[in-house]
């Protein structure tokens, strides 16, 4: 019987000599091929062993995981695969209201947090269901591992179809709740191999990989690429401009976002000499200037590669990587674009009436093909609003089309700021927001900023008679979710601007305020 488990592909990919290096670390760890596979091997033994019941729904157990970035949590995602259960990777900046809703609507069987938030997740996870929590520390101590050491480093892959599910991604819609995205073991593969092709990747390839786990980026393109190709990784714990430029002469790809590459500008030793042996620099998640683009290939050589995708999508577009046959062999990566839908997707652009856009001309993004998601996690009815009568998925992204072939992408339908590759829900902080004391109402707008390229500002209304503080209002969200929602600045106002609908004007807003972190 054929097995679509990812992992079993992925591991396919191992290099025949598996004692040579896979991941090299920020402090001079080494781990061989064979360590990857026996680690994943003793961790899924450990995931089977626990004991967990069957759904009777088929649905495998989840392990949802908030940890800091470190070789051995890849090794539990790879392990997640290996034993056949789905993985729920958490943003380590979370906290306790963020968690507790995702365990709550994933009913996690595993959840493997950071020791020192054993006390407050471990409570959340048992009363939302799950059986066994575990600890795991970025300086490979934890319980996870004390228990592994006792299993088996020989483990046969689970046997999955490629439509079984594999992963789920929270992300947020236009309006309520984080949804949970479900990747499927053949979403993930069909999309590697994709790019593992698109891009080029060759023997010999080393990547440094310096973006979070957590996400899409770090955790699906650039990882699968490395190991689909049997690819060294220089890995970073946290990104470091300097570091990564130090990387440089000693690999050949680097994937990252906006700002990682706005950081490296800044530093004087990035130059060509130092980039000379690099092979590929790839840019995606959130927009990346025209000026970052054009100042990065005077300082380095390199022509940035950008690409665009999503949670629920996997990547949709790149901009060539060599000659392209289907658009008469263009081969010019264009600045400001996304390049062209990757092969096996189908995209197009429609008005709000369903109409087909003509070429070049700007309306909603909609796409097809075998990395769209099957849907989000016991969510039917949200899911089929997001997708067409006939199966097209709608994107929320605003652009076009040009006659080449090009898509740019101009802006968003779904109220969404991307800040530094992050995705920031503007009706989530205002509702903590409305929440708060003396609050009458509010609105959270992005704005330009040269690091993160946007960031939320809030405008607050206050109660008659209230006396508000912006900066004490700020305070009270960062006391309760992830450091980089919090809105960089606050202001209390007399009202908020509305059209004849009611509807807040945000566009106005975003006009007021666009100037306050010129660069
Ligand atoms: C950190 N901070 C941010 C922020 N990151 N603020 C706004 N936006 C961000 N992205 C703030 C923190 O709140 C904190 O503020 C201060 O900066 C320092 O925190 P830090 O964690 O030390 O920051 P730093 O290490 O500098 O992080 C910056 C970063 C990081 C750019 C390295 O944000 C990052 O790794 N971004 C990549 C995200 C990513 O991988 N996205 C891919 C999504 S997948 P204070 O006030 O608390 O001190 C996807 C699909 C696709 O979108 O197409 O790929
Ligand atoms: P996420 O939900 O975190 O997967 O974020 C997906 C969103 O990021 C997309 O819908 C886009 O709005 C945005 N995005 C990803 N790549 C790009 C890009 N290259 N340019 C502009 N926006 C991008």
């Excluded at 306790?96 to 009913?107: K, L, M």
């Excluded at 002469?249 to 950081?263: D, N």
Aim: aromatic share 8%; charged share 20%; hydrophobic share 40%.
């Amino acid at each position: 019987m054929s097995n679509d488990n990812l992992f079993v592909a992925l591991r396919a990919g191992f290099p025949a000599d598996l004692d040579a290096t896979a991941v090299e670390t920020d402090d001079g760890l080494a781990y061989s091929w064979r360590d990857l596979d026996r680690a994943t091997a003793m961790m899924a033994n450990l995931l089977q062993s626990l004991d967990i019941p069957a759904s009777p729904d088929g649905v495998p157990p989840r392990v949802a995981v908030q940890v800091e970035k470190s070789v051995e949590a890849m090794l539990l995602y790879l392990a997640t695969l290996r034993a056949g259960f789905a993985f729920l990777p958490l943003n380590t900046a979370y906290q306790s209201a963020e968690i507790e809703y995702f365990v709550g609507n994933a009913e996690p069987a595993v959840v493997v947090c950071s020791s020192k938030n054993f006390n407050w997740v471990s409570k959340l996870a048992f009363k939302a269901g799950a059986r066994h929590v575990f600890t795991l520390d970025d300086d490979r101590t934890g319980s996870l591992l004390e228990r592994a050491a006792h299993c088996s480093d020989r483990q046969t892959p689970a046997v999955r179809r490629a439509d079984d599910l594999a992963a789920i991604l929270y992300t947020s819609g236009t309006t309520g709740r984080s949804k949970g995205a479900m990747l499927s073991h053949g979403n993930l593969l069909s999309n590697a191999r994709m790019l593992q092709d698109y891009w080029g990747w060759q023997k010999g390839d080393v990547l440094i990989h310096a973006l979070p786990i957590f996400h899409v980026h770090g955790l699906f393109v650039a990882i699968h690429g490395a190991l689909l190709n049997g690819s060294k990784m220089l890995w970073m714990g946290k990104f470091d401009p300097k570091r990564a430029i130090a990387y440089m002469p000693r690999a050949t790809v680097f994937m990252g976002v906006p700002t990682l590459y706005v950081r490296m500008l800044a530093e004087p030793a990035l130059d060509r000499e130092q980039a000379a042996r690099m092979r590929l620099f790839i840019s995606g998640s959130a927009p990346l200037l025209l000026e970052t683009f054009n100042e990065w290939k005077e300082r380095t050589g390199h022509t940035i590669l950008e690409r665009y995708g999503m949670s629920e999508t996997i990547m949709l577009t790149s901009n060539p990587y060599q000659a392209d046959a289907r658009y008469g062999n263009q081969s010019d990566r264009r600045g400001g674009t996304v390049g062209f839908p990757l092969p096996g997707v189908q995209l197009r652009v429609q008005d709000d009436g369903g109409q087909p856009m003509p070429a070049g001309e700007i309306g909603g993004i909609q796409v097809a093909g075998p990395g769209v998601f099957a849907g989000y996690w016991r969510m039917p009815e949200k899911t089929a609003e997001e997708f067409t009568a006939d199966g097209f998925f709608k994107t929320g992204d605003v652009g076009l089309q040009d006659e080449r072939g090009y898509v740019t992408i101009v802006g968003r339908s779904k109220d969404l700021i991307i800040s530094g590759g992050y995705n920031v829900y503007p009706a989530e902080i205002e509702g903590y927001l409305n929440e708060l004391p003396g609050v009458a109402e509010s609105a959270l707008v992005g704005v330009p900023h040269p690091d993160f390229g946007e960031v939320g500002v809030a405008v607050v209304i206050a109660k008659p008679g209230a006396q508000l503080s912006g900066d004490a209002l700020l305070a009270e969200l960062k006391a309760r979710l992830a450091n980089f929602k919090i809105p960089k600045r606050c202001f209390i106002e007399a009202e908020l601007p509305r059209n004849t609908m009611g509807k807040v004007q945000k566009n106005l807003l975003r006009e007021r305020h666009k100037g306050l972190f010129a660069a």
